[in-house]
């Protein structure tokens, strides 16, 4: 079965510091990983996924198979990035489709 | 541009009650999927349907059911509910079957049994 871990509940940094949201996975197969953003008060959002190798707002996430982990990280932390943080993995078989998302981490960044 | 739609925002049932949620994706979107939030976790996916057919089914008793209409709307049912079906459903839409797109959610509707 797939399973999404992210180790902490909360990350707490000051503005212009380094951020790294951590996000590791189970899954037998050739992974498919998102990162999803809920802002306050707005919906859940997609932020970005591995395959496209992407910078969105300054984050980027490496999928390291080895590790099989799935970082986000941002080298300066703005306060508008404070939100909750979802992980997530996408697994397609035949015909059924699944999205598996881990807890989420709360960001939250001080001034 | 309207985004996907859920109704209603807040409902509150008792126990063995039933309940019908009800989401309208995003015009032009096929594929509708809902999730479960429950407090302090991540959304838990419960099924997926693409043109009017299942596509994915989560870990979820038979007391959950859903549909997808010709607009391609759909409706989330819970039969017999239970305390533990308290939380945040979310419904989401994508063009295809795919989530290689991105998965665009409705505000979600809170649902609380007592």
Redesign the interface.
Known sequence: AQR?T?PEKLLSVFKGAPVELKCNYSYSGSP?L?W?VQYSRQ????LL?H?SRESIKGFTADLNKGETSFHLKKPFAQEEDSAMY?C?T?R?TG??????????ITLSVRP | DA??TQSPTHLIKTRGQHVTLRCSPISGHKSV?W?QQVL??????IF?YYEKEE????NFPDRFSARQFPNYSSELNVNALLLGDSALY?C?STPG????S??????GTRLTVT
Do not use: C, D, M, W
């Not at chain 1, 015909?95 to 989420?104: E, I, P, Q, V, Y």
């Not at chain 2, 596509?55 to 989560?58: D, S, T, W």
């Not at chain 2, 079957?97 to 290689?100: A, R, V």
């Open positions: 999404v992210q498919e998102f999803y919906r859940l959002q997609l996924r395959i979802y997530a996408h397609y015909a059924n489709s699944k999205l598996t998302f881990g807890k989420g | 985004g996907v999927s999730y302090g976790q991540g959304p838990q996916f997926q596509r994915g089914r989560g979310l989401a079957p795919f989530y290689n991105p998965l665009h959610f409705g505000n």
